[in-house]
């Protein structure tokens, strides 16, 4: 309600501000009527097309035959800022846009659908002879009644079926223009340069317009109209108004309309989260888990445009990033721009993943291609380079990744995907972040899609990567951007006026989409429970053995190596005040060795010191940095003489083998890694 009394008001403005080019208006006797499309917009788009805005105009007298036709102001206003692509700025002229105004339907070929109906040749004014720069309109003169298009046309005709004289005002032949350009402005006469955040109306001025009669319909069509629906909010609709003015009034009987509904789009999740040990690599390029991106209305993801040869059929609809195109209007004029590049996309839809908090020592790898998550369908994307790609905005050149290799014979599947022979590309990483940009290259405007991406995580060769749980990933639509207004369009080489340049199209970053917990590393250990040892009275001691087990006779390497970390936790002489031990830290063990000490002589062997601890008595914890690490202690009178007694260390971890599925059946212990506890 709020936007449609804006505006209402906004038209009452458009009426004072046309009237500084014209006289006061007399009556035309036309009248319009005004329909609209009425797309869904993403609430995540900086650049989102709204629905073309069509005007059924009847009624009025045609301009007699070889006059000059009256000139009309026509203004569109939208709710919020309009981002349409600039194609020239100047300050004299103003900002001209690739939004248009198409006057009777005009086609790329021309037609007449069948008996009085007919649709000219596509014809924009700045390419026509009658265009006058000094003016910076088309001076346009209606057609002769026995014109030889109007004869050729109506040959063999009924009478009935004959076409009037204003059937031809527009049929795109040398001074009679059908297509006109849009310039961001309420006000023929408006001073520039234009705040471009306050742009929120595109004024078609100087068109020439020859009421149509009571015996045809003349059809006004405004396209190419972008707005920012980031300004909006889900479940709004783009209310817009269209005015006329001129030197005789036209009448619009429904001025405000709905062109377009503003909703949340695109919905990101991940599947399949990994654990990795330090010291136990992954082994080959399968993916560890996939980034999805899911569509929450049709369409939300687009290709560029349906044809390289143009897209420019009045009324056509479009479920691309490109709008009303025509590649043959690549007439560069002066202070207009060049129109072939009017409704052109920079590129299609993109996504963007991006990683932080990625611990030292880890690689990523993602699939450059993606699949829809249904597991059926076609390749719906394709990744851009990471080189030519910024990883924080999307924003780049085309230029197709260069794999590095394949996830190769996979068996595994993550949520229901099977990612076997797919290529993959590394992705750099700086300070712990890197992000991968994919392009939409097909896409099924009829369905909700869900495009899956595998991403695959490895350890660089000799690097035992450092612990962590917070690697993230967030992802979004792309190219990010912050440009909110009108801008050139990105690598089309036009600047001027103080203008930005940016890609159509461009999108904020939408939250919430951070997924936490991506995947974690967890460290290799095993935590040794020696239940009871002592070295009181005096005349008791306990020996200790721990041996590094990880070399062995079976296939598949293991070896590891790491320090051995012992707590004392008791008391000293048998007295709670007394000190105790502290933690003692070994030397690194390597595989197929062992450590040994005594509480009351520590350890004997030079390579492995360790401190006595005389007097103590209660249990100890040992915590070495390898997973297959075994304990044993012996408990005896000295000389064990009269009593002596061993056991096994307990190991405190959950099993590091129990595996269902690709997940562990045992829950983890109070030490929160796992090891080789052999069932016990």
């Given at each position: 309600m709020v936007d449609l009394r804006k505006s209402l008001l906004l038209l009452v403005a458009f009426a004072v501000f046309a009237s500084v080019a014209f006289a006061q208006p007399t009556s035309l006797g036309t009248t319009c009527v005004t329909t609209?499309?009425?797309?869904?917009?993403?609430?995540?788009?900086?650049?989102?097309?709204?629905?073309?805005?069509?005007l059924q105009c009847t009624g009025g007298t045609p301009t007699?035959?070889?006059?000059?036709?009256?000139?009309?102001?026509?203004?569109?206003?939208?709710?919020?800022t309009i981002t349409s692509k600039l194609l020239a700025s100047t300050s004299t002229y103003g900002d001209y846009t690739e939004a248009l105004l198409l006057v009777d339907e005009p086609t790329v070929n021309g037609n007449q659908a069948g008996p009085g109906t007919y649709s000219g040749v596509q014809r924009p004014c700045p390419m026509d002879g009658s265009f006058s720069s000094s003016l910076n309109y088309c001076v346009t003169y209606a057609p002769n009644s026995n014109g030889s298009t109007y004869q050729t046309v109506n040959s063999g005709q009924a009478a009935a079926d004959m076409l009037p004289p204003q059937a031809f005002t527009y049929d795109g032949t040398s001074g009679h223009p059908n297509i006109f350009q849009g310039r961001l402005s309420n006000s023929y006469n408006q001073a520039f340069p234009t705040a471009l955040e306050n742009a929120t109306a595109v004024g078609f001025f100087g068109v020439p317009f020859d009421p149509p009669g009571t015996n045809w319909t003349r059809t006004l069509r405004i396209t190419n109209v972008r707005i920012d629906a980031t300004q909006l909010a889900a479940g709004q609709s783009v209310?817009?108004?269209?005015?006329?003015?001129?030197?005789?009034?036209?009448?619009?009987?429904?001025?405000?309309?709905?062109?377009?509904?503003?909703?949340?789009s695109l919905e990101f999740s991940t599947a399949g989260s990994s654990t990795f040990r330090q010291c136990e690599p992954p082994i080959g390029y399968c993916p560890s888990f996939q980034v999805q991106f899911r569509e929450l209305i049709p369409a939300a993801l687009k290709i560029r445009y349906t044809s390289a040869s143009g897209q420019a059929e009045p009324g056509q609809i479009l479920d691309t990033e490109t709008g009303f195109w025509n590649p043959d209007f690549d007439l560069d004029y002066s202070f207009r721009g060049d129109l072939g590049e009017a409704g052109l996309?920079?590129?299609?839809?993109?996504?963007?993943?991006?990683?932080?908090?990625?611990?030292?020592?880890?690689?990523?790898?993602?699939?450059t291609t993606g699949k829809l998550a249904a597991g059926v369908g076609p390749i719906a994307a394709m990744q851009m380079d990471p080189a030519t790609v910024s990883e924080v905005t999307g924003e780049g050149p085309w230029d197709p990744a260069s794999p590095v290799g394949t996830t190769g014979d996979c068996t595994k599947t993550i949520a229901g995907l099977n990612w076997s022979g797919y290529d993959l590309e590394s992705l750099?990483?700086?300070?712990?972040?890197?992000?991968?940009?994919?392009?939409?290259?097909?896409?099924?405007?009829?369905?909700?899609?869900?495009?899956?991406?595998?991403v695959t995580v490895r350890y660089k060769s000799g690097t035992?990567?450092?612990?962590?749980?917070?690697?993230?990933?967030?992802?979004?639509?792309?190219?990010?951007?912050?440009?909110?207004?009108?801008?050139?369009?990105?690598?089309?080489?036009?600047?001027?006026?103080?203008?930005?340049?940016?890609?159509?199209?461009?999108?904020?970053?939408?939250?919430?989409?951070?997924?936490?917990?991506?995947?974690?590393?967890?460290?290799?250990?095993?935590n040794l429970l020696f239940p009871f040892v002592t070295n009181y009275p005096p005349n008791f001691?306990?020996?200790?053995?721990?041996?590094?087990?990880?070399?062995?006779?079976?296939?598949?390497?293991?070896?590891?190596?790491?320090?051995?970390?012992?707590?004392?936790?008791?008391?000293?002489?048998?007295?709670?005040?007394?000190?105790?031990?502290?933690?003692?830290?070994?030397?690194?063990?390597?595989?197929?060795?062992?450590?040994?000490?005594?509480?009351?002589?520590?350890?004997?062997?030079?390579?492995y010191l360790i401190d006595a601890a005389a007097g103590f008595a209660g249990y100890v914890i040992v915590k070495c940095d390898f997973q297959y690490a075994h304990g044993y202690a012996f408990i005896s009178d000295l000389g064990a003489t009269q009593f002596a007694q061993g056991y096994i260390a307990l190991v405190m971890d959950a099993s590091l083998y129990r595996w269902d599925n690709g997940s562990y059946d045992e829950p983890l212990t109070r030490t929160g890694v796992r090891s080789e506890n052999l069932d016990q």
């Open positions: 609209a499309v009425n797309p869904t917009l993403r609430l995540e788009g900086i650049t989102e097309l709204i629905g073309d805005v069509v007699t035959p070889g006059q000059e036709i009256p000139r009309v102001n026509i203004v569109l206003n939208a709710p919020r209310a817009v108004s269209v005015s006329i003015s001129g030197p005789q009034s036209i009448s619009i009987t429904n001025p405000v309309l709905t062109a377009g509904l503003v909703q949340q996309a920079t590129h299609a839809t993109r996504v963007i993943a991006r990683f932080a908090n990625i611990p030292s020592g880890i690689e990523i790898y993602t699939t750099p990483i700086v300070d712990g972040a890197t992000g991968a940009t994919w392009e939409i290259t097909t896409a099924d405007p009829n369905n909700l899609q869900t495009l899956a991406f595998g035992i990567p450092e612990v962590s749980d917070s690697a993230t990933v967030e992802g979004h639509f792309a190219p990010l951007s912050d440009i909110h207004v009108a801008a050139y369009g990105y690598g089309e080489g036009v600047t001027g006026n103080g203008r930005s340049t940016a890609s159509i199209p461009r999108f904020r970053e939408s939250e919430p989409n951070a997924q936490g917990g991506l995947f974690e590393v967890v460290r290799c250990e095993t001691d306990t020996g200790f053995a721990v041996s590094n087990t990880s070399m062995d006779p079976f296939a598949g390497s293991r070896e590891q190596e790491g320090p051995c970390h012992i707590y004392y936790y008791g008391t000293v002489d048998n007295d709670a005040a007394n000190d105790l031990p502290p933690v003692d830290d070994t030397a690194t063990v390597p595989s197929g060795k062992f450590i040994t000490w005594s509480l009351s002589g520590g350890g004997a062997n030079p390579d």
